[in-house]
């Protein structure tokens, strides 16, 4: 949230060969872990 009360928050090393869809992959855990809830209560916060 814009206040840092909730964040989602992950780190990972990969190799450089391996970039090539760890985004989407990435964005997809985080989705997954409630990204998009909490995407939508900080925009109500605005």
Known sequence: LPDGREILKDKRMIKKD??????????????????????KKAESML
């Open 18 to 39: 391996d970039f090539k869809g760890f985004g989407e992959s990435l964005a997809k855990e985080f989705i997954a872990k409630g990204a998009k809830e909490l995407l």
